[in-house]
DNA sequence: ATTACCCTGACGCTGCGTCAGCGTCA
DNA sequence: TTGACGCTGACGCAGCGTCAGGGTAA
């Protein structure tokens, strides 16, 4: 230390903190400066600011106030210790913010190339983001990739019963004869191109050839899901409705 | 887009947000899902999550909640420039924590050796961990860097005066008769302490020199502020309080 | 006397967390 | 029928921001 205790706006001025936030920490009972002048004027000796250091490693690491306040009443959390788990969390934060840098440059990329961006591909930045946000300790990133394991699988599994369900909803609509311009049918519609969009990737042209496929094998895929239809029919119905879709929308 | 609208606890789990979250951003109208199912379960198709994906970059880039609002209602902020923002943005964060790395490497480095540390240097580094976590725009930093700049000028301006200033109080404390030992005289002392510190960096070399100094000197450094006292009393009195703060306490 | 700080309440706000009570879907 | 999931209120809470009204220091 080479200096004199400060006033509660110099200790603002030189770390950034408000004064609220410094009569906040010294109202909780978290930084009370050691000294005061007659008049009540807060100073701040270097002691205190070594403990301020502390405060805001640990506020960074993701501790409440409360936690921090147990945490240096405690005997355990040294200085030296407060600034290596500081470190550790950064060099994470940085890997983190890294992989998130290069996840938004490649969806830049394919903005800039005008080409379709898959929401799975939104999801999976935006759950970076939010890592960067929150920190999760390696447990609790675990459990989340598992999480995502078991959802991808369970996905798989229910897809072709999707496809059934949509199908016959979709028939239901155009046997009450209902227009294929209404809300309802629209609504079902976006889910038909959402779910052939999760089978082709967003891809365009692999969506084209599974369109062929549909044509020609129509009959093959009703039968396999134990639903009987007119697939013409259906399928200008479902045409009609994309059309409405892409169209006055 | 490749897929099938998702429910909320879908979005939640794929994301990280939590469902009470996205209720929320439903509530004030930040992100509607532009389905719902007849019962009412919130359905969101990929355009929805692309725009969760511009209010989570937005969020990150220091926004509030109604601020994101307005970018994505208003025609500016498209997909494309909130992309380039946000790696903007995250090419800083990296390098102030860089910076903070660094500086927090070179604290522990000097515990590991059982050095002092400076209050100045906690100062320094909450400072940038305070950057870390407020996001300064470029103006804001160069303000901040002037303010600092102009502390450091008024401090140095300020010092032969606080030197005056703290003789005179020790002074009419002693010829108040107050003991050495009490609070008062405690407090005071600690700032004649850090006022030393703060010329000598924290080095006790430098301190010691300067001890010797004061000593021969005394009466010339009393003469330059204008004040007049016994140097030989005074200092016996300080260094009983001093004693008295690094014994019992 | 002015100006720039400092003090102590006290109320307000954002961004959700957390029940409670009740439908729903597989 | 029984979980697992969803819905809508409604209240709660952390961490300050922001006055208001008044002392203080150079």
Same mark, same amino acid.
């Not at 509660?8 to 609220?20: K, W």
């Not at 093959?220 to 009609?240: K, N």
């Given at each position: 230390m080479?200096?004199?205790?400060?006033?509660?706006?110099?200790?603002?001025?030189?770390?950034?903190?408000?004064?609220?936030?410094?009569?906040?920490?010294?109202?909780?009972?978290?930084?009370?400066?050691?000294? &005061?002048?007659?008049?009540g004027?807060?100073?701040?000796?270097?002691?205190?600011?070594?403990?301020?250091?502390?405060?805001?490693?640990?506020?960074q690491l993701?501790?409440? #106030?409360e936690?921090?306040? /147990?945490?240096?009443?405690? %005997? /355990?959390?040294?200085?030296?210790?407060?600034?290596? !788990?500081?470190? %550790?969390?950064?060099?994470?934060?940085?890997?983190?913010?890294? @992989?998130?840098c290069?996840?938004?440059?490649?969806?830049?990329?394919?903005?800039?190339a005008?080409?379709?961006?898959?929401?799975?591909?939104?999801?999976?930045?935006?759950?970076?983001?939010?890592?960067?946000?929150?920190?999760?300790?390696?447990?609790?990133?675990?459990t989340? $990739?598992?999480?995502?394991?078991?959802?991808?699988?369970?996905?798989m599994a229910?897809?072709?019963?999707? *496809?059934? @369900?949509?199908?016959?909803?979709?028939?239901?609509e $155009?046997? $009450?004869? =209902?227009? %294929?311009?209404d809300? $309802?049918?629209?609504?079902?519609?976006? &889910? *038909?191109?959402?779910?052939?969009?999760?089978?082709?990737g967003?891809?365009?042209?692999?969506?084209?050839? !599974?369109?062929?496929? *549909?044509?020609? &094998?129509?009959?093959? #895929?009703t039968?396999?899901?134990? @639903?009987?239809?007119?697939?013409?029919? #259906?399928? /200008?119905?479902?045409?009609? %409705?994309?059309? =409405?879709?892409k169209?006055?929308?």
């Amino acid at each position: 230390m080479r200096f004199q205790a400060l006033k509660v706006g110099e200790v603002a001025a030189r770390t950034g903190l408000t004064i609220r936030t410094l009569h906040h920490y010294d109202e909780i009972g978290l930084l009370r400066p050691s000294l &005061r002048t007659e008049s009540g004027h807060r100073l701040y000796t270097a002691d205190d600011i070594a403990r301020l250091h502390r405060v805001v490693s640990l506020r960074q690491l993701g501790f409440s #106030l409360e936690e921090v306040r /147990d945490c240096l009443d405690g %005997a /355990d959390f040294t200085p030296m210790r407060v600034v290596r !788990l500081h470190i %550790a969390r950064l060099r994470e934060q940085i890997a983190l913010q890294e @992989q998130l840098c290069r996840a938004l440059e490649a969806l830049a990329e394919r903005f800039h190339a005008a080409e379709e961006v898959s929401a799975d591909e939104f999801l999976r930045t935006i759950e970076v983001m939010i890592m960067v946000e929150n920190y999760y300790t390696p447990e609790q990133l675990e459990t989340l $990739k598992q999480r995502r394991e078991q959802i991808g699988e369970a996905r798989m599994a229910q897809v072709p019963h999707d *496809w059934a @369900q949509l199908i016959a909803e979709v028939r239901a609509e $155009k046997e $009450k004869g =209902t227009p %294929a311009t209404d809300p $309802k049918v629209l609504a079902l519609v976006q &889910r *038909w191109q959402a779910l052939i969009n999760e089978f082709t990737g967003g891809d365009p042209g692999i969506a084209a050839s !599974l369109g062929r496929l *549909w044509k020609e &094998r129509g009959d093959q #895929l009703t039968a396999q899901h134990g @639903q009987q239809f007119d697939s013409r029919d #259906l399928q /200008d119905y479902i045409q009609q %409705a994309m059309a =409405t879709l892409k169209g006055p929308g």
